[in-house]
C-alpha cells in the first residue's frame, strides 16, 4: 500500500536558523498537501503542490514537489519562535486503491530555541 | 456549520464498553476521513468516505472498529469491546472534493479507556 516517509522525526534550532523536513512516498502522488499542528491543536492546511517540479512559497517557507512526484520538502528560512509545531505531508495516490486517500507522513516536530 | 465539528470533545469509558464517536463535516464536503493519533505520534490512516461510500477501510486497526456515513453529511465512528491501546486523540477532517482539495480538520475527540 501506499507509504509516506518523513524525515526528521524531530528538529531542533536556535531562533533565525533554517529548517527543512522531507517527505518521500513509495508511490507516485496525484498531488502533496502539507499541514502545521500547533502543540495541543488540530492540522491545518497550509499549501498542495500537484505539478512536476512545483515550487510555491509562502513568505518564509518554500515547497518543493519533485520531477518524479515522490518527494516534497518544506523549508523555512531565518525560523521564528511562532514556527513551533509539528508539520505533516499528506500525499494523495495517482490511481487505484490509493486514489482519493490521504495518507499522512509521520511529521516533524520542530522546536525553536529564542 | 462553519467548520468540522467532532463530538464528544473527551471521552473516559472502561475497558470493555462499546464507544461512538461522531463527526459532522462541513456542508457540501463529499469526502470524509478519520485519521487516529496517539500522543506525539503522527496521523494513523482508519478509514475514508466518498459521499457514503468507503473505498479504503484498510486502516481500520481490527474488527472492533467500524464506521459509516449517511445523508453524505454525518458518521460515527464505533469502536466495540475497548482496549486501553484504542486511547488515542481521534481525528475527522473532510474535504470538498476528496484528496484534490484541502481537509478541514475537526478538534478530535480523546479517547481514554481505563
Known amino acids: 500500500g501506499q507509504q509516506v516517509m518523513q524525515i526528521p522525526q524531530y528538529q531542533h534550532v536556535q531562533e533565525g536558523e533554517d529548517f527543512t523536513t522531507y517527505c518521500n512516498s513509495s508511490t507516485t502522488l496525484s498531488n502533496i498537501q502539507w499541514y502545521k499542528q500547533r502543540p495541543g491543536g488540530h492540522p491545518v492546511f497550509l499549501i498542495q503542490?500537484?505539478?512536476?517540479?512545483e515550487v510555491k512559497k509562502q513568505k518564509r517557507l518554500t515547497f518543493q514537489f519533485g520531477e518524479a512526484k515522490k518527494n516534497s520538502s518544506l523549508h523555512i528560512t531565518a525560523t521564528q519562535t511562532t514556527d513551533v509545531g509539528t508539520y505533516f505531508c499528506a500525499g494523495s495516490g495517482a490511481g487505484g486503491t490509493s486514489y482519493g486517500k490521504l495518507t499522512f507522513g509521520q511529521g516533524t516536530i520542530l522546536t525553536v530555541h529564542p | 456549520g462553519a467548520g468540522v465539528s467532532q463530538s464528544p470533545s473527551n471521552k473516559v469509558t472502561e475497558k470493555g464498553k462499546d464507544v461512538e464517536l461522531r463527526c459532522d463535516p462541513i456542508s457540501g464536503h463529499t469526502a470524509l476521513y478519520w485519521y487516529r493519533q496517539r500522543l506525539g505520534q503522527g496521523l494513523e490512516f482508519l478509514i475514508y468516505?466518498?459521499?457514503?461510500?468507503?473505498?479504503?477501510k484498510s486502516g481500520l486497526p481490527s474488527d472492533r472498529f467500524s464506521a459509516e456515513r449517511t445523508g453524505e453529511s454525518v458518521s460515527t465512528l464505533t469502536i466495540q469491546r475497548t482496549q486501553q491501546e484504542d486511547s488515542a486523540v481521534y481525528l475527522c477532517?473532510?474535504?470538498?472534493?476528496?484528496?484534490?482539495?484541502?481537509?478541514?480538520f475537526g478538534q478530535g475527540t480523546r479517547l481514554t479507556v481505563v
Open positions: 477532517a473532510s474535504s470538498l472534493v476528496g484528496s484534490a482539495t484541502e481537509a478541514f
Open positions: 468516505f466518498q459521499g457514503n461510500s468507503a473505498p479504503d
Open positions: 503542490l500537484v505539478k512536476s517540479g
